[in-house]
């Protein structure tokens, strides 16, 4: 029963590239959540989907990012015209349903982001 | 809330000692709370979890405390071991008029355990 796979593990990005970052959740999880953590901090909230709906993207910034839950595939978490600010690592997320009871997350590995 | 920017606060113990990692949460609302480990380069990982219905809840060697008065959470780590160490995150759940729930974390704790 494999857990949160996220890919690519590293991921190296000239300034002004873009970057795509994926996450497979959980089997049986329909839920996913995206969160960026900067070196010697907390994880921050970017976002979370359903399969083809953003539920919440309050964390998200305004311009240059995006993320999509598709009906078929990964969830993406997509940076573009990425600067050396988004350096970073971001962790997927996924539960069962988040009405129910109990709905602790379990997360990937994460994407550690270098914009060079 | 969320750290901003801060170095992350350490907490140094012997092998075998008690550890007690404490958590300031944000929201009087919050009804949820959930504890994860994170070592080093990997993503975190759930320890134990409370509702806010309950003011204990104990698993294998860790007790969670949760103080409502005061917005206040404890992890307790019994016989502590060098594998406990690692940064320790509190998550709150704050519930939203649009019905979103998603995890808030703290800015969470290094504990390091001395051999």
């Known amino acids: ?116 | 809330g969320e750290n901003v920017g801060l170095h992350l606060p350490t907490l140094s113990v012997q092998e075998g000692d008690n550890s007690i990692i404490n958590c300031a949460y944000s929201n009087s609302a919050s009804d949820y709370f959930i504890w994860y480990k994170q070592e080093s380069g990997k993503g975190p990982q759930f320890i134990i979890d409370i509702r806010s219905n309950m003011d204990k809840r104990q698993g294998q060697r860790v007790t969670v405390l949760l103080n409502k008065t005061v917005k206040h959470l404890s992890l307790q780590i019994a016989a502590t071991q060098p594998g406990d160490s690692a940064v320790y995150f509190c998550a709150e759940n704050i519930p939203r008029d649009t019905g979103r729930r998603a995890l808030t974390f703290g800015s969470g704790t290094r504990l390091q355990v001395q051999p």
């Not at chain 1, 796979?5 to 000239?14: D, K, S």
């Not at chain 1, 050396?84 to 349903?97: L, Q, T, V, W």
Request: aromatic share 10%.
């Open chain 1, 1 to 116: 029963n494999a857990g949160v796979m996220q890919n690519p593990r590293h991921l190296v990005r000239r300034r002004g590239q873009e970057a795509r970052l994926r996450c497979s959740p959980m089997k049986g999880h329909s839920h996913v959540y995206w969160y960026r953590q900067l070196p010697e901090e907390g994880l921050k909230f970017m976002v979370y989907l359903q399969k083809e709906n953003i539920i919440d993207e309050s964390g998200m910034p305004k311009e240059r990012f995006s993320a999509e839950f598709p009906k078929e595939g990964p969830s993406i978490l997509r940076i573009q015209q990425v600067v050396r600010g988004d350096s970073a690592a971001y962790f997927c997320a996924s539960s069962r349903d988040p009405q129910g009871p109990n709905y602790g997350y379990t997360f990937g590995s994460g994407t550690r982001l270098t914009v060079v």
